[in-house]
C-alpha cells in the first residue's frame, strides 16, 4: 500500500504568501514571506482581509520568534522508539480495529483540537463516525464553546452566529461580559475602540468581576461577584418587561416565546435592589446599566469564556440571546448576541461535527432524517444514532475502561482538562493511546504508545473559520519539518489501512473541502443556515486563491441574509425559560476563596508556541496568582512570595497584591505546563464539575486557599538548552531570555546543603556529551555561591545562588562570546556589579519595558499616553497595553 504524502505545497522563497494567524478566534489575515531556511523572513497583517484590515496583536507580531524546530517530533515513534511511516501507521490501524473487533464502537474515540483545519477535522469526524459507528469524537473546543453552540442550537435551531465583526463598530453600546477582549482578542478591541473614538455617543460597559485592561476602558464596569451572572441578565429582562421595552411586534411574528421566563425572571431578580443583592454590585450601577441598555437600541453583547466556563453557561447564553430577542435587537447593523471564540478554528470543528453531540454540516445526530441523508452521502457502512461521550466523561470512561484505544490530535488534555492528574491515569490505563503532535515533549505525548508527527502552522494547507463565520485560507510557506505529515493525510493513511480506501483517496485539501461544501447544500433546501453550495464546485486553483467568505455562501450570493428564517417550528427563534440554581461547589474552612482562571496577554494555551518567544515572555514570565490585598494581608502574603494555592489539588505560584482583583477571590493564568513550571498547572486545583446541557467544565468558578511558602534560598540558571527537570526539593520556572538562552528562576522550599553537587546534577543534560570546564564561587558567610559550566571556553549554563542576584539581561554579552578571557570569567561569577531588577515588558508590539516608560515620563512630566505612544511606539499597534501605560502614567503623576 503506497504511503506517500503527495500534498507537498510548492514554497518558493521569495513569494509573499497570504495565510491566517494560528492564534485566537478573531482570525486575522497575514502577509508572509519565508527566509528558505525553515523561518520567517518578513510578515505583516493584511489590510485587505476583512477580519483584522492589516492590524496585528503581540502575539501575531512575534510569530518568527516561534518558529525553531527544537522540541518538534521529527518522526513517527512506537514505544519510544523511531519507525516508518508504514509501520507506524499500519499499528494504529490494527489496534482501532482490533478494538472495535473485540469491544465494539463505545471502546474508541478521538480527541481533537481547535488548533486542526477544517478538512483535518471532516476526515477525522468521517473516519470515527461514519466508517468506525462511534461517535465518541470530541474536541478541546468543549472546554471553551460548547455552551455557546447549546445556546445558539435552543434559540435558532443553528449553531448560527447572527453577528458579522462590522456590528461592533455600527453598535452604540458595546456590553462586553466574560470577556477580557483587550488580551484575548485584541485586534477586535482596538476595531471597537477605534469606532469608539469616531462616535462620542457609543458606549462601553464591561462586566467582570477584575479590573482588567478591557474593564479599564469601559464607561462603565460592573465587577460582579462571580457565578452570579444569571441574576443581572434576569433582572434587567424584568426590568426591561416592567418598563414596555420590549418589542411586542417582533416577538409576536418572529419568536416563541415561553412565558415562563418572564415569571422566573420576576421571582429571582424582581428588583435592581435584588441584583444588586446577588451580584455585589451597588444599586446605582445597576440601574446605570439597566437604563442605558433600555435606550440604546444598537447594542451588542460581546461574551466569551467567562460566559460559556461555568455549570450554568449554556442557561448563561440562552439569557443573553433572550435579551436580544425580547428587544427584537438582532439581525439587524450594530445589533446582536456575539459569541468570540477562542481557537483558530473552534468554529470550523463546529461546522463539521468534530464535537460528540454533532454531525458533519450541522446535521443532527439524533435526526434519523439527518441519519439518513449522511450516510448515504458519505457510502458509510454505519453511523451512530446517539451522541458520543463529552470531554470530561471521555476520559472517565477512558479510566473505567470502557475506551480502550484513542487518537489524540494537536492538543494537550493532560495540562488543559480539569483534574488532568485524574486523566493522566486514565491514559496510563489505556491500552492503546497514539498522539499525533508537531511537538515531541508535552504531557499527553508521554502518555502515547504511537507518536506521529503532524505539519503545524506554515506547513499545512486548508481553512479555518473564525468567530463571525468568515472561511480563510491557511497556505503553507515553510517546507514540512523532517518526516512531519498533515493531519488529513494521517488520518486519511490510517483509514485506508482499515480498508476504507474508497471513501478516503483524496489527493489534495482542496478535494477534502469541495467534499464538505457540497454536503452542507446537498438536499437542503433552506432548513441549514450553514449552506456552502456556491463554493460546492471550486477548482483546485479557485480553492487555492479562495479569498475570505462569509457563510452561508449561496450560489446566487456570498452574504448572508439580515436575519434568517430560522431552522424551527413556524420559523421562530425561542426566548426560552432560564433560572439560576445552586452550584456545585462553595467555599468552605479550607477553601474559602472563590478561584477564576484565565488568559494573560501574551502566551497562549499551553505555551508550546509563545513559551519559546522571548518576547512574548517578558510580560508576564512566571505563574502568578492575582489577590486582592484585603486577602493578602490576614495570610501575610506578600507581593512577589511564593505561595501554594489549595484547592482540588495544589500548584505553586508567584503573588500578585493587586486591587484589581476582586476581594474574596483569586485569579490564576492557565498557561504554565510542567515544561515551564514546577507545579504550575492551575487546573489541578479544578474538578470536574460541569454544565449539564454542554458538558463544559466550569473553569470560572471554584474555591480555594492560598498560603505563603518559606523560601530557603533564591537563584537563577542560565543555560543554553532547556533542562527537563520534573520533580524536586525546589520551585522553577522557565522563560527564553533570548534566543538559544533560557532563564530558570528557583526558590529552595529546603536547605541546599551540597552547592556544588546540586549545581551539577541541575546541569547534568548540558554536560552528557561535552567534557565541560567548571568554575564555581562560594562564600559561606554571605550564602552565595557561583557556578559556570564552560566548553572550550564558551558558556553552556552559570548558576546563581543567593541575593543579591545578577540582572540576567547584564550576562548576555558574556553569554554571546565564543571564548571567554580571564576578565570575563571574572565578570561572569560576580554577575552584574549593580544588582538591577529585571523589568517588565508592557508593550511586546515595541518591546518597550516598563522602565522606559517611567524614564520617559520622568523627563517629561506633563506626557499624555498619546506622546508616550509617540515618542516610543508604545501602545500603537495592537493596543493591549494601553490599559498599563494609563495606570504607570497615573501613579507617576500621583506621586
Not at 107 to 125: I, W
Request: aromatic residues 8%; neutral net charge; contains cysteine.
Amino acid at each position: 500500500m503506497d504511503s506517500t504524502c503527495n500534498c507537498r505545497s510548492t514554497v518558493t522563497e521569495v513569494a509573499t504568501i497570504r495565510t491566517t494567524c494560528p492564534y485566537c478566534g478573531t482570525g486575522c489575515g497575514l502577509l508572509v514571506t519565508s527566509n528558505g531556511d525553515g523561518g520567517i523572513a518578513s510578515l505583516q497583517g493584511d489590510p485587505d482581509h476583512p477580519a483584522n484590515r492589516g492590524w496585528l496583536c503581540s502575539k501575531g507580531i512575534s510569530l518568527p520568534e516561534t518558529m525553531a524546530m527544537d522540541g518538534r517530533l521529527q518522526q513517527p515513534m512506537v514505544h519510544g522508539r523511531p519507525t516508518s511511516w508504514d509501520a507506524a501507521l499500519q499499528q494504529v490501524a490494527n489496534g482501532f480495529r482490533d478494538t472495535l473487533a473485540q469491544y465494539g464502537p463505545q471502546a474508541v474515540a478521538f480527541y481533537v483540537s481547535g488548533q486542526l483545519l477544517t478538512e483535518d477535522y471532516y476526515l477525522a469526524n468521517k473516519l470515527i463516525k461514519g466508517f468506525m459507528g462511534s461517535a465518541n469524537i470530541d474536541s478541546n473546543s468543549r472546554l471553551c464553546m460548547a455552551s455557546a453552540v447549546v445556546g445558539h442550537k435552543r434559540a435558532f435551531g443553528s449553531d448560527f452566529v447572527p453577528c458579522r465583526y462590522q456590528d461592533l463598530e455600527e453598535a452604540d453600546l458595546l456590553v462586553v461580559v466574560g470577556s477580557n477582549t483587550a488580551w484575548c482578542h485584541p485586534v477586535l478591541f482596538r476595531r471597537m475602540m477605534a469606532a469608539r473614538q469616531k462616535g462620542s455617543d457609543k458606549r462601553l460597559v464591561v462586566i467582570d468581576p477584575r479590573c482588567t485592561a478591557t474593564a479599564q476602558e469601559a464607561d462603565l464596569h460592573l465587577a460582579i461577584q462571580e457565578g452570579s451572572d444569571l441574576f443581572l441578565w434576569l433582572g434587567l429582562l424584568h426590568y426591561l418587561h416592567q418598563q414596555g421595552a420590549l418589542d411586542q411586534p417582533f416577538l409576536r411574528d418572529r419568536v416563541q416565546v415561553d412565558a415562563e421566563a418572564f415569571r422566573l425572571a420576576a421571582q429571582q431578580a424582581g428588583s435592581p435592589a435584588e441584583v444588586a443583592r446577588q451580584t455585589g454590585v451597588s444599586e446605582e450601577q445597576i440601574m446605570a446599566f439597566f437604563e442605558l441598555f433600555r435606550c440604546t437600541p444598537r447594542t451588542v453583547t460581546l461574551f466569551s469564556q467567562g460566559i460559556n466556563q461555568s455549570e450554568q453557561g449554556s442557561d448563561q447564553v440562552s439569557a443573553i440571546i433572550n435579551l436580544h430577542l425580547a428587544t427584537g435587537r438582532i439581525g439587524q447593523p450594530g445589533m446582536g448576541p456575539f459569541s468570540l471564540t477562542g481557537q483558530p478554528n473552534a468554529m470550523g470543528g463546529r461546522e463539521v461535527g468534530a464535537l460528540a453531540t454533532l454531525l458533519a454540516a450541522h446535521l443532527e445526530i439524533e435526526n434519523p432524517e439527518h441519519r439518513q441523508l449522511l450516510q448515504t452521502f458519505w457510502d458509510s457502512p454505519v453511523l451512530p444514532d446517539q451522541p458520543g461521550r463529552k470531554a470530561v466523561d471521555l476520559f472517565q470512561d477512558v479510566a473505567d475502561g470502557i475506551i480502550k484505544a484513542i487518537w489524540i490530535m494537536g492538543t494537550n488534555p493532560l495540562v488543559s482538562l480539569p483534574d488532568p492528574d485524574a486523566a493522566a491515569q486514565a491514559l496510563q490505563r489505556c491500552p492503546l493511546v497514539v498522539v499525533s503532535d508537531p511537538v515531541a515533549h508535552t504531557e499527553t505525548s508521554q502518555m502515547a504508545h504511537i507518536l506521529l508527527p503532524a505539519q503545524t502552522w506554515g506547513e499545512k494547507e486548508g481553512t479555518v473559520s473564525n468567530s463571525e463565520r468568515c472561511i480563510s485560507r491557511q497556505r503553507a510557506f515553510l517546507p514540512p519539518f523532517a518526516e512531519a505529515k498533515p493531519d488529513w493525510w494521517i488520518i486519511q493513511e490510517v483509514a485506508r489501512r482499515m480498508g476504507f480506501g474508497k471513501a478516503f483517496a483524496y489527493q489534495e485539501p482542496a478535494e477534502i473541502f469541495q467534499e464538505y461544501a457540497r454536503l452542507t447544500a446537498w438536499k437542503n433546501q433552506g432548513e441549514r443556515l450553514l449552506n456552502l453550495s456556491g463554493l460546492a464546485r471550486l477548482t483546485s486553483q479557485e480553492y487555492a486563491e479562495l479569498p475570505p467568505v462569509v457563510w452561508p455562501v449561496m450560489e446566487q450570493t456570498t452574504e448572508s441574509l439580515p436575519l434568517p428564517r430560522w431552522p424551527l417550528p413556524e420559523g421562530k427563534a425561542r426566548l426560552l425559560a432560564v433560572a439560576h440554581r445552586p452550584r456545585s461547589v462553595s467555599a468552605s474552612a479550607q477553601t474559602p476563596l472563590r478561584l477564576s482562571t484565565g488568559r494573560v496577554r501574551d502566551h497562549w494555551h499551553t505555551m508550546t508556541r509563545t513559551g519559546v518567544s522571548p518576547r512574548l515572555s517578558r510580560h508576564a514570565a512566571l505563574p502568578t496568582v492575582e489577590i486582592h490585598p484585603q486577602d493578602a494581608l490576614p495570610r501575610a502574603i506578600d507581593h512577589g512570595q511564593l505561595v501554594q494555592i489549595s484547592g482540588n489539588g495544589t500548584m505553586l505560584a508567584k503573588a500578585v497584591v493587586t486591587k484589581q482583583q476582586r476581594a474574596g477571590s483569586l485569579f490564576v493564568p492557565m498557561h504554565w505546563s510542567s515544561p515551564f513550571a514546577y507545579a504550575g498547572k492551575c487546573n489541578v486545583l479544578l474538578s470536574n464539575h460541569r454544565d449539564p446541557h454542554s458538558g463544559q467544565p466550569g473553569f470560572k468558578l471554584a474555591y480555594a486557599e492560598v498560603k505563603a511558602l518559606s523560601s530557603h534560598w533564591q537563584g537563577l540558571l542560565l543555560s543554553r538548552q532547556p533542562l527537563r527537570w520534573q520533580e524536586g526539593n525546589f520551585w522553577w520556572a522557565r522563560q527564553p531570555l533570548a534566543t538559544g538562552i533560557w532563564l530558570y528562576s528557583m526558590e529552595g522550599l529546603h536547605p541546599l546543603h551540597d552547592w556544588t553537587q546540586q549545581s551539577r546534577e541541575w546541569l547534568q543534560e548540558v554536560t552528557t556529551t561535552t567534557a565541560p570546564e567548571w568554575i564555581d564561587y562560594s562564600d559561606s558567610g554571605s550564602q552565595r555561591f557561583r557556578s559556570a559550566c564552560l566548553h572550550n571556553g564558551r558558556i553552556l549554563a552559570a548558576v546563581y545562588l543567593g541575593n543579591p542576584l545578577p540582572d540576567p539581561e547584564t550576562l548576555m554579552e558574556l553569554f554571546a562570546l565564543e571564548k571567554l578571557a580571564d576578565k570575563q570569567r571574572m565578570q561572569l561569577m560576580l554577575g552584574s556589579s549593580i544588582p538591577s531588577e529585571r523589568s517588565r515588558t508592557i508593550c511586546a508590539c515595541g518591546s518597550v519595558t516598563e522602565a522606559q516608560i517611567l524614564q520617559t515620563i520622568a523627563s517629561q512630566p506633563a506626557i499624555t499616553l498619546e506622546e508616550i505612544g509617540q515618542t516610543l511606539k508604545a501602545g500603537i499597534h495592537c493596543g493591549s497595553c494601553r490599559s498599563e501605560i494609563k495606570t504607570i502614567l497615573a501613579q507617576s503623576i500621583r506621586y
